[in-house]
């Protein structure tokens, strides 16, 4: 398992903050033991006799963790003013965390790329290992500028290789 954490953040999960962690192959939640405001405020109401019922540690402490091959789809959803909801579909498990509005879409599409196989951060293949291929034969140079285009639009060629390209064809016109 990987030890280096793509993202980390704090969340509300099911009544309890938890301190979240998204690696490559998973994503994992703690959540502590402690006193919530409710139970504090419940135990400052009836003079500590909550407290004393039910214990001053939480149940709900412990840690959970969801492989990215098990995780079908990130949704968001707006919650209140200042929070969205990221909920994690997984197989047998939905979990939200909710986050500030300006985190949320970084996390479902670190999320998104992790299900779809991408690893972020690592450098994709690039054309400049093998040479590009330019459109030599084949016509005029309106028809070389077209598959040109084409192989720019279908992601074999970068922007900046189709320019250089487009700008060799039109100092051979």
Avoid: C
């Amino acid at each position: 398992m990987s030890s280096t954490a793509l993202m980390t953040f704090k969340s509300h999960i099911e009544g309890k903050n938890a301190d979240v962690a998204i690696y490559h192959d998973r994503v994992e939640w703690s959540r502590t033991r402690g006193m919530s405001a409710k139970k504090l405020t419940a135990g400052f109401l009836t003079g500590g006799a909550s407290l004393l019922a039910t214990g001053v540690r939480s149940s709900d402490a412990g840690t959970e963790m969801i492989p990215v091959r098990n995780i079908a789809s990130v949704v968001t959803k707006r919650d209140g003013l200042l929070f969205t909801k990221v909920v994690v579909v997984a197989s047998g498990n939905n979990i939200e965390f909710r986050v500030p509005h300006d985190t949320a879409p970084r996390i479902k599409s670190l999320l998104t790329d992790l299900i779809l196989g991408k690893v972020p951060g690592a450098e994709q293949p690039t054309a400049a290992l093998a040479p590009a291929p330019v459109p030599q034969s084949g016509g005029t140079p309106v028809e070389q500028l077209r598959q040109l285009a084409e192989l720019r639009d279908a992601g074999i060629l970068s922007e900046e290789e189709f320019t250089s390209k487009k700008a060799e064809i039109l100092a051979r016109m």
